[in-house]
């Protein structure tokens, strides 16, 4: 026989008063309209809560590494370029705040092609059902020259395609990550999965060039890495090359006994993948440390962080 549910009754439920209950929310975080007046006053406006608050918080850890001359170092994918933020990054290396960047194959590529050319991204779709996806021949031949020149003076692949921009007459140069980088003579490191970038298909390809530039980069990153005790890491826009790098990276420092904890790692993506979650935002602080996911499309998040960072430095 099935058993039969009477409704239940709730005519004895206990409650209590509101003003005994602790909430998370309350009127002293909340937002207010801003109408007009400066960045500050509008970061002021924003409600103290969440990723607001997180936004607020990454802000101060970076201006905080940048008064006590900590490392800054902005891991990336190659989206943040392809939605306009060089500029935006340029400016932050040239001032001091970032101090090192690091980025997957696909960065030099629309790198490249922004100082050459003033335009990168082309349609997959099309491109692809034409045979013709990946082969602009300027951007193979330039860039392979470059790894090939710089690894046999014995640069890694940042180093050797920011100085081949800066050495070359391209019109837009001052666009470049990486030829500023090589500019201001920071770290610029490239890590390289072969097969997953376009100049990988070209003849001119070198694969012992490619992959000894990319080994010095990683034993380069990695010496940064050791340095980053109270110093910020930001993941921008990459889902799987620069999270798996950077744990890599914490590992082989921690090995080798360097102090590598109480630091502030922070990703930045408009969807929080799995790498992302536990080799940025999770595993490397464990040990001591604190981490934000700010969620949210790079092209409004980090002018966002930049803008309130360049406020809060006056």
């Known amino acids: 026989m099935k058993k039969r549910y009477p409704p239940l009754s709730f005519g004895k439920v206990?409650?209590?008063?509101?003003?005994?209950?602790?909430?998370?929310?309350?009127?002293?975080?909340?937002?207010?309209?801003?109408?007009?007046?400066?960045?500050?006053?509008?970061?002021?406006?924003?409600?103290?809560?969440?990723?607001?608050?997180?936004?607020?918080?990454?802000?101060?850890?970076?201006?905080?590494?940048?008064?006590?001359?900590?490392?800054?170092?902005?891991?990336?994918?190659?989206h943040p370029i392809k939605v306009g933020l060089s500029p935006l990054i340029i400016s932050l290396m040239k001032k001091g705040v970032i101090t090192a960047v690091a980025m997957n194959g696909a960065c030099i590529v629309h790198d490249f092609e922004v100082s050459l050319a003033g335009c990168t991204s082309e349609d997959v779709d099309a491109e692809l059902c034409k045979g013709t996806f990946g082969m602009a021949r300027e951007t193979g031949r330039e860039i392979n020259l470059a790894i090939k020149q710089g690894v046999k003076k014995g640069k890694g692949i940042g180093r050797a395609v920011g100085d081949h921009i800066l050495a070359r007459k391209f019109p837009h140069k001052d666009f470049s990550i990486l030829a500023s980088a090589s500019k201001l003579?920071?770290?610029?490191?490239?890590?390289?999965?072969?097969?997953?970038?376009?100049?990988?298909?070209?003849?001119?390809?070198?694969?012992?060039?490619?992959?000894?530039?990319?080994?010095?980069?990683?034993?380069?990153?990695?010496?940064?890495?050791?340095?980053?005790?109270?110093?910020?890491?930001?993941?921008?826009?990459?889902?799987?090359?620069?999270?798996?790098?950077?744990?890599?990276?914490?590992?082989?420092t921690r090995n080798l006994n360097h102090p590598v904890k109480d630091f502030t790692t922070v990703n930045m993506d408009f969807i929080q993948h799995y790498r992302t979650r536990e080799n940025v935002v999770r595993r490397p602080v464990l040990s001591g440390g604190s981490s934000y996911a700010l969620t949210g499309h790079h092209e409004i998040m980090f002018p966002l962080l930049a803008a309130a960072v360049m406020e809060k430095l006056g």
Do not use: C, Q, W
């Open 185 to 252: 003579d920071i770290p610029a490191t490239v890590h390289v999965a072969i097969g997953a970038d376009i100049i990988h298909m070209h003849p001119s390809a070198d694969g012992a060039a490619i992959g000894e530039g990319s080994m010095r980069d990683f034993r380069l990153f990695s010496s940064v890495i050791a340095g980053l005790r109270g110093g910020v890491y930001i993941n921008l826009g990459s889902a799987v090359i620069m999270p798996e790098v950077f744990l890599k990276a914490i590992a082989v």
């Open 14 to 78: 206990k409650t209590r008063p509101l003003s005994g209950r602790k909430s998370k929310a309350s009127l002293e975080k909340f937002g207010s309209p801003f109408e007009k007046g400066s960045f500050s006053a509008f970061l002021k406006s924003m409600p103290d809560m969440l990723a607001a608050s997180d936004l607020r918080r990454v802000a101060d850890a970076v201006v905080s590494a940048k008064k006590n001359r900590k490392p800054v170092v902005l891991g990336m994918g190659a």
